[in-house]
T-cell receptor
Framework: DQQVKQNSPSLSVQEGRISILNCDYT??????FLWYKKYPAEGPTFLIS?????DKNEDGRFTVFLNKSAKHLSLHIVPSQPGDSAVYFC????????????FGQGTILTVHP | ETGVTQSPTHLIKTRGQQVTLRCSSQ?????VSWYQQALGQGPQFIFQ???????GRGNFPPRFSGLQFPNYSSELNVNALELDDSALYLC????????????????FGNGTRLTVT
């Protein structure tokens, strides 16, 4: 039972354009959502998060949107840079599982110069 | 601030053997979690330790066990290794209050790549 899904295994964009990464979840107990970025041979690095009491959170070039009714969140990167090329994981927690993240399968983002 | 460090970085074991992986948590953090990341998948929660006791466990068999020490460092032990145990094992630390890390992003180490042949 995959409670967090990232249906796009990969995404390719041009430098300077917008990257949009999507994530769906099924567990209605989840109320805190995070995005992590992972480079090869490194551990995941926390990028940005959003609580279910909000529908948008911004941090520089990164914005996360949450649509609770659709159980959907997305990460927007504007403008995209070649250094953003990495695997992006969506993760969720809530209910009795704080600090115990459920991850999606990841999306490989490639930003072309 | 010292980040999460894991050792060794790579390990090759034979099916049926036992393995111990080690993790030092980020300074100021009191909770350690372990995740298994198979190739092409997202990390999967194995278990979490808080105050030297297991504080939650994912869908992993008992041959996966752990320890947390008074300095908050941790070990992951896997007995009777199987080929499917080949994966990247990630350790993450966080700060918990009362055993619960409310909205506290996990900080991950670079992982140990385990290969079982």
């Amino acid at each position: 039972d995959q409670q967090v899904k990232q249906n796009s295994p990969s995404l390719s964009v041009q430098e300077g354009r917008i990257s949009i990464l999507n994530c769906d979840y099924t567990n209605s107990m989840f109320d805190y959502f995070l995005w992590y970025k992972k480079y090869p041979a490194e551990g995941p690095t926390f990028l940005i998060s959003i609580s279910s009491i909000k529908d948008k959170n911004e941090d520089g070039r990164f914005t996360v949107f949450l649509n609770k009714s659709a159980k959907h969140l997305s990460l927007h990167i504007v403008p995209s840079q070649p250094g953003d090329s990495a695997v992006y994981f969506c993760a969720a927690e809530g209910g009795t599982s704080y600090g115990k993240l459920t991850f999606g399968q990841g999306t490989i983002l490639t930003v072309h110069p | 601030e010292t980040g999460v460090t894991q050792s060794p970085t790579h390990l090759i074991k034979t099916r049926g053997q036992q393995v111990t992986l080690r993790c030092s948590s980020q300074s100021g953090h009191n909770t350690v979690s372990w995740y298994q990341q198979a190739l092409g998948q997202g990390p999967q929660f194995i278990f979490q330790y808080y105050r030297e006791e297991e504080n939650g466990r994912g869908n992993f068999p008992p041959r996966f066990s752990g320890l947390q020490f008074p300095n908050y460092s941790s070990e992951l032990n896997v007995n009777a290794l199987e080929l499917d145990d080949s994966a990247l094992y990630l350790c993450a630390s966080s700060m918990a209050v009362g055993g619960i890390s409310y909205n506290s992003p996990l900080h991950f180490g670079n992982g140990t790549r385990l290969t079982v042949t």
